[in-house]
T-cell receptor
């Protein structure tokens, strides 16, 4: 089955700096890659996703890049703010019925004011 | 607010007991997913239902079972509880049943087994 590795497990940045979180996946047939943000005491919230026919996607301060050949994808957050502090999860899936999301281990991002 | 509701928010019970967790999906969503989140295992997919039928199964123990009712709400039943079952249990929902459908998570149920 699919295996998703996520690095780093913790990341501390100064407010205004950029943050990058990287994930690798094992199943070359995976073609859907969402990112979730989980704040303390809440459920994961979908913040951005990318499909394998696209190399990059951007939404305001958040961008995701995908390298299918190397089987890795990354989340980039620019101009970080204290409210970006949370745990971020990457995930991978195939687009068939009956295929589930496989999550990475999570990255705790701390943005220091 | 994702639109997915879960009850109860917290549950404290003893080993050997049985509990039922409830989930109501977003309006219009046909698929419901159950996940377990523990400190050492991360987010683990348990099971998916689509329009009342089981669609996919993950690392769900035989002591656990689930179902989706005609009104599309779902229940996760955990029996013969062990200390290691203490975790956060999340429900998510999506419009369709494919792996690339956006999933929206509920606030979770925190289960503590003493």
């Amino acid at each position: 089955g699919e295996n998703v590795e996520q690095h780093p497990s913790t990341l501390s940045v100064q407010e205004g700096d950029s943050a990058v979180i990287k994930c690798t996946y094992s199943d070359s047939a995976s073609n859907y890659f969402p990112w979730y943000k989980q704040e303390l005491g809440k459920g994961p919230q979908l913040i951005i996703d990318i499909r394998s026919n696209v190399g990059e996607k951007k939404d305001q301060r958040i961008a995701v890049t995908l390298n299918k050949t190397a089987k890795h994808f990354s989340l980039h957050i620019t101009e970080t703010q204290p409210e970006d502090s949370a745990v971020y999860f990457c995930a991978a899936s195939k687009n068939n019925a009956g295929n589930m999301l496989t999550f990475g281990g999570g990255t705790r991002l701390m943005v220091k004011p | 607010d994702s639109g997915v509701t879960q009850t109860p928010k917290h549950l404290i019970t003893a080993t050997g007991q049985r509990v039922t967790l409830r989930c109501s999906p977003r309006s219009g969503d046909l698929s419901v997913y159950w996940y377990q989140q523990s400190l050492d295992q991360g987010l683990q997919f348990l099971i998916q239902y689509y329009n009342g039928e089981e669609r996919a199964k993950g690392n769900i123990l035989e002591r656990f079972s689930a179902q989706q009712f005609p009104d599309l709400h779902s229940e996760l039943n955990l029996s013969s509880l062990e200390l290691g079952d203490s975790a956060l249990y999340f429900c998510a929902s999506s419009v369709g049943g494919r792996g690339d459908n956006e999933q929206f998570f509920g606030p979770g149920t925190r289960l503590t087994v003493l």
